[in-house]
């Protein structure tokens, strides 16, 4: 058996979610990291920032969502209905939805700090002014009873407001007009500073969340990634309390923010256009502050079948055994996994059960859901060892046995963020030709995959390919 896996997360996972400049499609809910950075470069990334998970998640999902009394829906169907032969591949989805968060009725009260950069750079297109207008108009929607603080840093951290009562604080709009850009950028003495408030009011009962907001590189202070999360990382274990980043405009450190809120069991957002700050504390803002799932782990357990490929992510394989340990879920959330079967010659039976168990982020209770689906297979005996044998490895044999065009559709974006990252990693071994070759090729497999129709979230992963290969 051969699985192949495109990214290790290693033993602590985390969510990363990033709002990019938006377009219609994109999701709130999950990464999306590999995507925004690449939409306009044109140029071949480092390997190791590809995510495959990330581009297979990035538009919103067509999938059930779940009943008013469920948390989470859990959603299984394979790329064809049916198998006509033994000789076939079998691609398999599993996909997750949570409730909408678009506003904050259904979220419990916050206890939540925001650690604002105010560097000499948040200065740059007016950047600061379109700061404050949105952390206005975000906390005109907190309620009374949440409570809210607010920490600034330059070359120093500072205490702009008290973490308090918002019915109690009536300086809250006077304080961020107070905002003004100049200095470096210690990031490290805002986070400290940020948990310090955080901790005078902490209760397991609120939203306890440090948000922190960046536009440049750490330079001043402690500028070690490991350092600086060591606090994120001790209070989210010792009290749950989680660590989210927004990364503004394209110089920012990622791999500071990433090792942060991995250690912080939190997410990332990245604009990279000032106007959208707003959208992200307004539009987005519930999907960032509703938890939902904690400690979530998806076991697949299959029969009849051999594992071939499976698609991002960084699952253990056991004998006849996928086991997933997800990153923490939220509100607002469409998330699939994929893999790749072959039909065993030697059973009769030919299924997948799904297990997938999590903790309440709010009532802490250990919940389970189970679903099993079943592939019938017709053994079709003048194909097998003729057509089906002949054009099993042909892209005519994948488009047949991919009909469901939303399964066909996040397999296509799989197999191109796969070959993004093959591309790369060739190109960093100076096989240029080789990593051209690539990207041509997996474009050319979803171009037929895709031959005769339209599909908006394709065409944008597409397009990312392209414009590398046209450069490179």
């Not at 405009?249 to 939190?266: M, T």
């Not at 904690?294 to 071939?308: A, I, T």
């Not at 996928?322 to 939220?330: C, K, S």
Request: hydrophobic share 35%.
């Amino acid at each position: 058996m051969k699985v192949q896996n495109y990214f290790s997360l290693g033993l602590l996972y985390f969510f990363a979610i990033i709002c990019l400049p938006f377009s219609v499609f994109a999701q709130g809910g999950f990464s999306s990291a590999s995507v925004s950075h690449l939409r306009n470069s044109g140029t071949l990334p480092p390997s190791e920032s590809v995510v495959v998970e990330e581009y297979m998640n990035y538009h919103r999902h067509q999938l059930p969502m779940p009943s008013a009394k469920e948390k989470i829906n859990l959603d299984l169907r394979w790329g064809k209905e049916e198998a006509n032969s033994l000789s076939e591949d079998a691609y398999l989805q599993v996909g997750f939805t949570t409730h909408r968060s678009a506003d904050f009725k259904n979220i419990p009260p916050l206890n939540l700090c925001l650690i604002i950069d105010k560097s000499g750079s948040m200065a740059s297109s007016n950047r600061m002014d379109k700061v404050k207008e949105a952390l206005k108009a975000f906390v005109g929607k907190l309620r009374p009873d949440d409570i809210l603080s607010i920490i600034t840093f330059d070359n120093e951290a500072q205490v702009l407001l008290s973490a308090s009562m918002v019915s109690e604080n009536n300086s809250i709009i006077f304080s961020i007009d107070s905002l003004y850009p100049g200095g470096g950028t210690n990031i490290s003495s805002g986070i400290v500073l940020g948990y310090q408030e955080l901790l005078k009011n902490y209760d397991p009962k609120r939203v306890n969340r440090a948000l922190l907001l960046t536009d440049g590189l750490a330079n001043i202070g402690e500028l070690n990634p490991e350092m600086i999360s060591q606090e994120p990382a001790e209070q989210n274990y010792i009290r749950d309390i989680n660590l989210s980043a927004i990364g503004v405009g394209i110089e920012y450190n990622s791999d500071l923010l990433r090792q942060l809120v991995k250690s912080g069991k939190g997410q990332i957002h990245f604009v990279g256009d000032e106007d959208d700050i707003k959208k992200v504390f307004v539009d987005e803002i519930g999907s960032l502050l509703a938890p939902v799932a904690r400690k979530v782990h998806l076991k697949l357990e299959y029969q009849g079948l051999d594992l071939n490929t499976t698609y991002g992510y960084s699952p253990i394989v056991q004998e006849k055994t996928v086991n997933y340990y997800l990153p923490d879920m939220n509100g607002d959330l469409t998330q699939v996994v994929l893999l790749k079967f072959n039909l065993s010659l030697i059973s009769s039976s030919h299924s997948v059960k799904a297990t997938l168990t999590y903790t309440d982020a709010f009532s802490q209770k250990k919940e389970e859901l189970t679903k099993t689906i079943n592939l019938p297979v017709k053994l079709n005996k003048d194909n097998k060892k003729g057509y089906v044998e002949q054009y099993k490895e042909s892209l005519e044999m994948m488009k047949y046995v991919l009909q469901d065009l939303e399964v066909r559709k996040n397999v296509s974006i799989a197999l191109l963020a796969q070959a993004l990252k093959e591309s790369a990693q060739q190109y960093e071994n100076q096989q240029k030709e080789q990593s051209n070759n690539t990207l041509k090729s997996a474009l050319t497999q979803v171009n037929f995959l895709f031959e005769g129709q339209e599909d908006k979230d394709v065409k944008y992963v597409k397009n990312i390919l392209e414009n590398i290969e046209k450069n490179n």
